[in-house]
């Protein structure tokens, strides 16, 4: 139960306002590393599910982090149907859960058809969550790996050109997972560097054979195949995003169960009935269907879509004088990616908490520590002129920036009064005092007025210029409001469980927002507005996105599969970080270190433009790479593959 853990019992605690109160002052710096220790322990505690936006525990985070704003004594941020309130409710699409599902094997007339055979859900199959909410009642038909051209040379194929518009109307396709495989059960096609090709995609596949008309799809892992995924089934949740808008019913069986499902579904042919493993080795020497019509096959999916509510938390500190109506905005989001199915676990880790004490406790717990240490400047700064600070815990931020988007649109505070936006993502594991901050030429001598306060930080200051990038500062780029964007760096446990609190680096948490309050105070008390400037490199026509409001990550068909060295760079083209196995990327044969410079000819400005540029593609395009590896300038040729996921 959520209440067994000591720290969520705290939490809980104060929310109900009992316990000892976290002192306001935080001017002691044990005192304050502690707070900071406390924040994060308890938002990355997995009692907290990974704060995913619609799971319990994304409203314990919001509710502690309204509670810490009450604490250092703050006014509500929001004002809401005439009533100032600390949340901003905003829906972030929907929950996928499976709400009733059956399958089973029927013999007899339509009319009146006796079951032969009934699979359990969760045990022999699962719905998939992009399955559409209906009922399907037909013969099966085995369609291989469901490949329109796959292979070296492109000569595979389970559709033959001529096939008629809908050869698969009123039937349930059975899909096999991967691509044609060897006697060991490895690709065929795949490279040295990938398990599979890009034609493994499931997306294509179902694409493929709904399209021919299939009224119902029945995904299985082909027996024998030598893939981790095999053995286990997705749960309906981290299928969702297999395919969009599917409008037939859809379901992902065990090997087992689909063995059962394929003899009974193949009683009548004249040489017995064929086994799961029969089948793949005809898909596996080529193309084609297998009609396996001895009996009828009933699949019911009942998918439960219910809205997906979170809030943005929101405190303010207000100024006074003649700048009180100019506003700093000071953000950090408080979600993360709960159990890996919202937002994204880099490693397919579903079902497992991912605590997200970098991604991002540590930048709502810099967050608090930055309104602190303001609240008490500004209580002794007398009379002095001061703007008013908007404390902001986004949530959604994983799922595509969803809370900072709605905040800016929905015109809480118009652009015009925002003087600037400081973004606290990923602060928690500075290493060697340095610290990246993006946002520099956001505003016209930006550099020159933050080189003081960066000199006087004792740390090692990484700026860039740009002001876009995917975090939540980007929405506020977007809108013509000067950015900054304070970050420790990336690390190989980032979106997976292993971000932990016990990794947390306080100290550099506490440094990163002394800097971060250092800024805000500047900005909040310098008489000037600043003026907002673009540092997107290229001009861009009018009907170009505006700035920071280009495709991002979850909007995009293809994924390349690397993590960029760095999102504050002003170096032009993009730093590998990190190459994922199994992705386009270490199909190429492109290493950790390399730059990407050119895409098809074109200059690759910075991670956000090398963004646009991938938004153009679908997954099978082949682009030309220029890459830059220590002294030699390469082209490689890389085979993009489907974002929906790396090859299934």
């Not at 089934?233 to 995003?241: K, M, N, W």
């Not at 042919?269 to 001895?294: F, K, T, V």
């Not at 006074?320 to 490693?347: E, K, P, Q």
């Not at 908490?353 to 540590?362: F, K, T």
């Amino acid at each position: 139960m959520l209440t067994d853990s000591p720290i969520l019992r705290r939490v809980l605690a104060l929310s109900l306002g009992v316990g000892t109160m976290v002192q306001t002052t935080l001017a002691d710096t044990s005192a304050r590393l502690a707070t900071i220790k406390s924040d994060v322990q308890t938002l990355a505690d997995p009692a907290l599910q990974g704060r995913g936006p619609g799971l319990h525990g994304n409203k314990v985070a919001a509710d502690f982090l309204e509670r810490r704003f009450t604490e250092l004594g703050l006014n509500p941020g929001f004002n809401i149907d005439g009533q100032p309130v600390f949340r901003q409710p905003f829906d972030a699409g929907k929950n996928a859960s499976m709400k009733s599902a059956r399958m089973g094997v029927y013999s007899g007339e339509l009319d009146a058809l006796k079951p032969e055979a009934l699979f359990e859900h969760s045990k022999d199959f699962v719905l998939l969550g992009c399955s559409a909410s209906s009922e399907v009642v037909g013969p099966l038909v085995f369609v291989g790996y469901s490949i329109e051209k796959g292979g070296p040379d492109g000569s595979y194929a389970t559709y033959p050109e001529n096939d008629a518009e809908t050869p698969l109307a009123g039937k349930i396709a059975l899909i096999l997972r991967f691509e044609p495989m060897t006697k060991e059960g490895k690709s065929q096609w795949a490279t040295k560097n990938s398990a599979w090709s890009s034609a493994a995609a499931i997306s294509n596949k179902i694409q493929a054979a709904v399209k021919r008309g299939a009224a119902g799809i029945i995904v299985v892992c082909p027996p024998g195949a030598d893939d981790p995924r095999c053995g286990k089934l997705d749960p309906t949740e981290s299928t969702t995003r297999w395919f969009t808008d599917l409008n037939v019913p859809a379901a992902l069986m065990s090997t087992e169960a689909a063995d059962r499902l394929v003899k009974l579904c193949d009683a009548a042919n004249p040489g017995g009935p064929r086994s799961l493993a029969d089948l793949r080795a005809l898909a596996d020497a080529g193309g084609g269907r297998i009609n396996l019509a001895s009996h009828t096959v009933k699949l019911l999916a009942d998918i439960d879509r219910s809205p997906r509510v979170t809030w943005n938390v929101g405190a303010m500190l207000p100024g006074r004088g003649n700048l009180i109506h100019d506003v700093v905005i000071i953000g950090a989001h408080y979600d993360h990616v709960g159990l890996g199915f919202t937002g994204g676990s880099r490693t397919d880790e579903y079902g497992v908490v991912h605590p997200g004490a970098d991604d991002n406790a540590s930048g709502t717990a810099g967050l608090l520590a930055v309104a602190g240490t303001l609240k008490d400047r500004y209580a002794q700064s007398g009379e002095k002129n001061l703007r008013s600070v908007l404390f902001l815990g986004f949530s959604a931020e994983e799922m595509g920036l969803i809370g900072s988007r709605f905040f800016t649109k929905s015109n809480q505070i118009p652009a015009a009064s925002i003087s600037a936006m400081l973004n606290l993502d990923m602060v928690g594991r500075m290493r060697e005092e340095t610290l990246e901050v993006s946002g520099t030429g956001t505003a016209e001598g930006f550099a020159d007025l933050l080189k003081p306060l960066f000199d006087a930080s004792g740390l090692t200051i990484k700026p860039s210029s740009g002001g876009r990038g995917p975090s939540d500062h980007a929405s506020f780029y977007a809108a013509g409001i000067p950015v900054l964007h304070f970050f420790t760096g990336l690390h190989a446990e980032y979106h997976t469980p292993r971000d932990t609190a016990d990794l947390i680096n306080h100290d550099g948490i506490l440094k990163a927002s002394d800097l971060c309050a250092n800024v805000a105070f500047a900005l909040a008390s310098r008489p000037e507005r600043l003026v907002f400037s673009s540092t997107d490199r290229t001009a861009r026509r009018p009907d170009q996105p505006a700035p920071g409001d280009g495709p991002r990550m979850a909007g995009l068909k293809v994924r390349f599969g690397i993590s960029p060295a760095s999102y504050a760079e002003d170096e032009q083209g993009v730093g590998v970080g990190e190459v994922f196995p199994g992705t386009s990327a270490a199909d190429a044969g492109i290493l950790v270190g390399d730059r990407l410079v050119r895409w098809n000819g074109q200059l690759i400005p910075d991670v956000a433009g090398w963004m646009e540029l991938m938004a153009k593609h679908n997954p099978g395009d082949v682009v030309d790479v220029d890459i830059k590896r220590k002294a030699e300038d390469l082209t490689v040729r890389v085979t993009l593959k489907s974002r929906d996921q790396a090859p299934r």
